[in-house]
């Protein structure tokens, strides 16, 4: 009887404490298209999901990403599918980056605007309204692609700094940091590594490089996070 109650006693903490163990857990929602799902990657090349394991390699506890992204996306269409999936609003990490798309089908850059404030206001009622757990990345140049010099490089590179100018903009108002890994993504001009087997998207290769930029911004803003709680 006493070896069968001390059994259940255990058992019971155990479970408490794997309970626990959960709910600290870092959670992280990444918001975008194509290049937050990883368009012809494999999952574990996706930069959200390098990011993650970064951090977990690091000391934090970060849950698996939900990502909520897809190729082809436009702001509007981010904003239908965030509609529709409900996220919650309690995460402790969001990522915005989105854009791509607007330009490519040369959509009105007043519509960016607008949609990419609303997305973004959107990103940090996911934080609990925290901005401090939300930060931006930018629009990789895709004009220095195979795929992007055959539509031409020049006008997509000027075209992407205006969206990007947009966003780093916006993101200033609300105090939410704006990573640049557009530079990583020029590379691939003189380094076809950087480029995936579909000639147009990023590599495995190139996202490392991403989080190597976005790495040091999240962990300082984990941490600050993790104070202000303490």
Known sequence: ????????????????????????????????????????????????????????????????????????????????????????????????????????????????????????????????????????VSIPNYGVTPFGMEKGEDTIRQELLIYDSIADSISSEMDIPFINITPVSEKAKEDPSYIASDQLHPSGKQYKEWVELILPEVKLMLNNSSSSTN
């Open 1 to 136: 009887m006493f070896k069968k109650t001390l059994f259940s006693f255990i058992s019971i903490f155990w479970l408490l404490t794997i309970s626990c163990a959960q709910n600290n857990s870092i959670s992280y929602l990444a918001l975008g298209d194509s290049y937050t799902i990883g368009e012809a990657v494999s999952e574990d090349q996706r930069w959200p999901v390098i990011l993650t394991n970064k951090l977990n390699m690091e000391g934090y506890d970060v849950k698996q990403p939900l990502i909520i992204a897809k190729t082809g996306w436009t702001t509007n269409e981010l904003q239908k599918a965030i509609e529709e999936k409900e996220p919650s609003s309690n995460y402790d990490l969001v990522s915005l980056l989105i854009g791509v798309n607007n330009q490519y089908r040369g959509y009105p850059i007043d519509q960016y605007k607008k949609e990419f404030k609303e997305l973004l206001l959107q990103a940090i009622t996911f934080a609990n309204g925290d901005t401090t757990k939300v930060f931006v």
